[in-house]
């Protein structure tokens, strides 16, 4: 059974941190190139950091830049979303995403609420 499961979530004040988790099991976690969207009241989900199966590759969307620092353990079949000086406009349900050729995986999402 395929499974992603984001956890990490959570309240923080504007400034604050937070590192974000998704593990995954049931497929082979290694070849899939994996991403981070999220998805604020709403809106529609949108893409957030991307990082391939392989390679020094990371994609950002430019609101995040310099703040987030995407990365994956293919060993422990983890991915990671680091978020460093959080504003308001930050908070949203943050999903993770996985896909290998026309396989395309989903995790439930985690909130994240950043409010003073």
């Known amino acids: 059974q395929v499974q992603l499961v984001e956890s990490g979530g959570g309240l923080v004040q504007p400034g604050g941190s937070l590192r974000l988790s998704c593990a995954g099991s049931?497929?082979?976690?290694?070849?899939?190139?994996m991403r981070w969207f999220r998805q604020r009241p709403g809106q529609e989900r949108k893409f957030v950091a991307y990082i391939p199966s392989v390679g020094v590759t990371r994609n950002y969307v430019d609101s995040v830049k310099g703040r987030f620092t995407i990365s994956r353990d293919n060993v422990e079949k983890i991915l990671y979303l680091e978020m460093n000086s959080l504003t308001p406009d930050d908070t949203a349900v943050y999903y993770c995403n996985a896909v290998y050729g026309s396989l395309n995986y989903w995790g439930q999402g985690t909130q994240v609420t950043v409010s003073s």
């Open positions: 049931g497929f082979n976690f290694s070849r899939f190139n």
